[in-house]
């Protein structure tokens, strides 16, 4: 048991997975800004959508771009979009904006 758990924890590919969305989320924040709590929501929606692509992959076999256990082309999608729809999601409410003096 103890091996499969250091066989996981050491694996390459999980890492190499882990830190794309490392940059795919810190990138992302810097194109488009906002507040540093944007930056963690940014890195969750990342890895969320890395894995959502990569389960896609897996499950259509889908080998564009594939790079050891990773299918990065469809992974790498999954993040920029899960990204995207983040951003959409995260919007401020109107109500958030400063309207001038109040009379």
């Known amino acids: 048991m103890f091996d499969i758990v250091l066989d996981i924890v050491f694996s390459p590919a999980l890492w190499l997975s882990i830190a794309l969305t490392l940059v795919y989320g810190m990138v992302f924040y810097l194109w488009r800004g906002g507040p540093i709590r944007q930056l ?5 929606v ?12 897996t499950i259509l076999h889908l080998r564009l771009l594939q790079v050891g256990q990773i299918y990065f082309m469809p992974a790498t999608i999954g993040s920029l979009c899960a990204l995207l729809l ?3 999601i995260w919007r401020l409410p109107v109500s958030d904006f400063p309207r001038g003096p109040r009379p």
């Open 40 to 44: 963690g929501r940014d890195l969750v």
């Open 46 to 57: 990342a890895l969320i959508g890395f894995v959502v692509g990569q389960l896609a992959g």
């Open 86 to 88: 983040g951003r959409m």
